[in-house]
């Protein structure tokens, strides 16, 4: 099972770029890189998946080095909604539960 | 996405009662649901995978007879938390997978 460590805790301004970086040493192979983000008292959502190099979509993107050791959530000019616990997983594409740890994410706080 | 609902989302019952609470996938059929539960601060914790047409798959530690999961159609699945005391009260989480793992927006019981 692939453990992953993020910072507990980070704090940021609107408009600003956040960068959240995670680390998996022990990915496997066929593993993917999940992100997901939780506001309280709610499901996580999903954010954005990848295997290698870079992903983007309308939210995010995701930065893999070739090692895929660690993943880097990139997050553009955050607003106050952004304030949120973020989750990095690693797992089958599917996201097969019996192989996702899910540790305490990173908590992120926007600020004005 | 795909999208995961749960119904309630918020319930509060007596000690000794017994809760049920739906996972449905709206848009989208889900041979195989999971069951997670937070507690506050904490990370998500996974209960249970819900197998259509078969009986579900409970992690280490959790009462398969207390926590009894349905998943009698390719969208819905049921937790029913029987004889609820206290130390039930949590944020119950279910989701289902369609390429990725997709969560419902969580049921929050308290049980007085």
């Known amino acids: 099972l692939a453990k992953t460590t993020q910072p507990i805790s980070m704090d940021s301004y609107e408009g600003q770029e956040v960068n959240i970086t995670c680390s998996h040493n022990n990915i496997a192979t066929n593993d993917y890189i999940t992100w997901y983000q939780q506001f309280p008292s709610q499901g996580p959502r999903f954010i954005i998946q990848?295997?290698?190099?870079?992903v983007t979509n309308e939210v995010a993107s995701l930065f893999i080095p070739a090692d895929r050791k660690s993943s880097t959530l990139s997050l553009p000019r955050v607003s106050l909604s952004d304030t949120a616990v973020y989750y990095c997983l690693v797992g089958d594409q599917a996201g097969n539960n019996r192989k996702l740890i899910w540790g305490l994410g990173t908590s992120l706080a926007v600020n004005p | 996405g795909a999208v995961v609902s749960q119904h309630p989302s918020w319930v509060i019952c007596k000690s000794g009662t017994s809760v049920k609470i739906e996972c449905r996938s709206l848009d989208f059929q889900a041979t195989t649901m999971f069951w997670y539960r937070q507690f506050p601060k904490q990370s998500l914790m996974l209960m249970a995978t819900?197998?259509?047409?078969?009986?579900?798959?409970?992690e280490q530690g959790v009462e398969k007879d207390k926590f009894l999961i349905n998943h009698a159609s390719l969208t819905l699945s049921t937790l029913t938390v029987t004889s609820a005391h206290p130390e039930d009260s949590s944020f119950y989480i279910c989701s289902a997978i369609q390429e990725t793992q997709y969560f419902g927006p969580g049921t929050r019981l308290l049980v007085l």
């Open positions: 819900s197998n259509e047409g078969s009986k579900a798959t409970y």
């Open positions: 990848g295997y290698k190099t870079k």
